[in-house]
């Protein structure tokens, strides 16, 4: 048997074996839960309350994705993005809030991937007409945003019950959903984060008691309280914690003027509460040993909530503790533990992974992977792009040559590699280029 970490539970059913006059057997292949060899999967979903300016936006992006020199020394290489708003008062960092060098580095950064959630269209976005002011300025500029993620009470939210919004409302001056889902838009996180560390994995008594902080026992039992109070809630069928009980990221959701969406649940596993520990300063009392050894141990998906851009010092945004834990999560990533990347490609990953359908057909020792269509079931089947399908990963029982083809017959590239009796074959991970703002 193949290690628990490198095997999801979901077989996919077969398609049809190819014609031909050889003799062909079947062959079962599954999906492993993350590109090989990682246990796990993280990305820091940050919203962008209270940038200051396009300066600290930049060189957070620049420390987080490249290894180049910046305010905070040389950056950490990971493969992170940013979120985004158009319409706020001028003390914050916003699209329109800007000037024209600022809007054309959101336009970049977008187009690079480097940018890749909506956080609602902001503060002063109160109208439908609004709305549509926002999303002719990305269509004018070929630019498109996958993920929309609610703000504080933002009239534009979709979240009825956390959020407060009324953007999925027909009757709201607000409403928009029809327009922004038109846009692109697939997923949705509506107020929902979780303190348990590793999410699509299985809630244990672990999982609650890693939620207990020594130095602070009080505020960390009552985390643990609010946690397990939701867990009993959820599992008792009330649509405000329901994902909670599940302990899934992603689950079809429908918005109030019937649409269909992806939502998704972030975590921030701090000791006093989802709420604290969601700034520059305070990533360092997340992003722990601790933290990270156990969302390996779960073989989970974290979401992050923070805030990157609540600084104390715009002339060095992120302080020495945050520096240190992001360069923690890198060195996790580097040892091909925890794979990191940015939230669109996170959620894209894992719903195109578990609604793909794929077949084996073996001729002598060489395999034949067809791949067939996600069989989405929120915005219906389509056949995979190959941006797609980057980092799945195929297991099945050893062979001497396997290969992966689109459904047309096109070979798509992969690594293949041997783990005792099963053969591995893993298509290669494509990383988004920075943009060089020099």
């Not at 700034?279 to 601790?290: K, M, P, Q, S, W």
């Not at 219906?380 to 062979?399: H, K, N, Q, W, Y």
């Amino acid at each position: 048997m193949a290690p628990r970490s490198l095997v999801s539970t979901r077989v996919h059913s077969a398609l049809p074996a190819p014609a031909s006059s050889t003799l062909v057997h079947p062959v079962a292949v599954v999906l492993a839960k993350y590109p090989y060899p990682y246990r796990a999967m993280l990305t820091i979903c940050s919203d962008l309350d209270e940038t200051p300016d396009r300066t600290v936006y930049r060189e957070i992006a620049r420390f987080l994705n490249t290894t180049d020199s910046t305010l905070m020394g040389p950056g950490v290489g990971l493969e992170l993005g940013n979120s985004i708003f158009f319409l706020m008062p001028r003390n914050q960092f916003s699209y329109f809030g800007t000037d024209e060098a600022g809007r054309d580095m959101v336009r970049t950064m977008i187009r690079s991937g480097h940018i890749d959630c909506l956080h609602s269209y902001g503060d002063h976005a109160r109208t439908r007409q609004d709305a549509q002011r926002v999303l002719a300025e990305l269509d004018k500029h070929r630019c498109e945003l996958s993920v929309w993620v609610d703000h504080s009470k933002s009239p534009t939210n979709f979240g009825p019950d956390i959020m407060v919004g009324s953007g999925d409302v027909p009757t709201s001056a607000a409403y928009h959903a029809d327009l922004t889902l038109r846009h692109g838009v697939r997923y949705v996180w509506r107020g929902r984060t979780s303190s348990i560390i590793g999410q699509n994995a299985p809630i244990g008594v672990r999982s609650v008691a890693a939620m207990f902080h020594r130095e602070h026992p009080r505020p960390s039992v009552r985390t643990m309280a609010k946690q397990v109070a939701k867990l009993w809630l959820g599992s008792c069928a009330h649509p405000q914690w329901e994902m909670h009980a599940l302990n899934q990221v992603c689950r079809p959701s429908t918005l109030r003027d019937g649409q269909r969406i992806w939502e998704f649940m972030r975590s921030n596993p701090h000791w006093a509460g989802p709420g604290r520990g969601d700034t520059a300063d305070e990533i360092a009392c997340v992003l722990t040993v601790n933290m990270l050894n156990a969302l390996v141990r779960s073989e989970g998906v974290c979401v992050l909530y923070t805030h990157l851009g609540k600084v104390r010092n715009p002339h060095r945004p992120l302080g020495e503790s945050a520096q240190a834990a992001l360069r923690r999560l890198a060195g996790m990533h580097s040892s091909r533990r925890i794979f990191v990347t940015t939230t669109h490609r996170l959620l894209r990953y894992l719903t195109v992974r578990d609604s793909l359908r794929v077949s084996g057909h073996r001729t002598g020792g060489r395999v034949m992977i067809t791949i067939g269509p996600v069989e989405d079931p929120v915005f219906g089947a389509f056949m995979p792009s190959p941006d797609d399908l980057i980092g799945l990963t195929f297991v099945l029982e050893r062979c001497e040559v396997v290969t992966l083809s689109s459904g047309s017959g096109q070979i798509i590239g992969c690594d293949v590699f041997h783990n005792g009796d099963k053969t591995i074959a893993s298509v290669p991970w494509k990383p988004l280029v920075f943009p060089d703002f020099d």
